[in-house]
């Protein structure tokens, strides 16, 4: 079955970095997109960006343009998230999700939670002021 495993979160200092990786498993992600959302408590979950596997066509959250970025490592089947300038209202969970990737489909379709058929544990990340 398919599973996606997120690492690399932690605590760290306003203006520092993180890198969380998604090791991806069980299937062929090749028409995959694979997406990053968090959670911060007591708020609903916030698409953070997405990433074609294939193509590897980017896209992201008004909230993280600018600061963070999603890449992928084919040969490790692992979606990494690049975070800089980090800031205390970065403070989540950060989820990994996967689900097909149809050209049909494009703008807001692949920002929505709902459509996202396959998610990882999350990882917390703590941004301290």
């Known amino acids: 079955q398919v599973e996606l495993v997120e690492s690399g979160g932690g605590l760290v200092q306003a203006g520092g970095s993180l890198r969380l990786s998604c090791a991806a498993s069980g299937r062929r992600f090749s028409n995959y997109v694979m997406a990053w959302f968090r959670q911060a408590a007591g708020k609903e979950r916030e698409f953070v960006g997405r990433?074609?596997?294939?193509?590897?066509?980017?896209n992201y959250g008004d909230s993280v343009k600018g600061r963070f970025t999603i890449s992928r490592d084919n040969a490790k089947n692992t979606v990494y998230l690049q975070m800089n300038s980090l800031k205390p209202e970065d403070t989540a969970v950060y989820y990994c999700?996967?689900?097909?990737?149809?050209?049909?489909?494009?703008?807001?379709?692949?920002?929505?939670?709902?459509?996202?058929?396959?998610w990882g544990q999350g990882t917390q990340v703590t941004v301290s002021s």
């Open positions: 999700a996967a689900t097909p990737w149809d050209t049909y489909y494009s703008g807001s379709y692949y920002t929505d939670s709902y459509k996202y058929n396959y």
């Open positions: 990433i074609t596997w294939s193509g590897g066509s980017t």
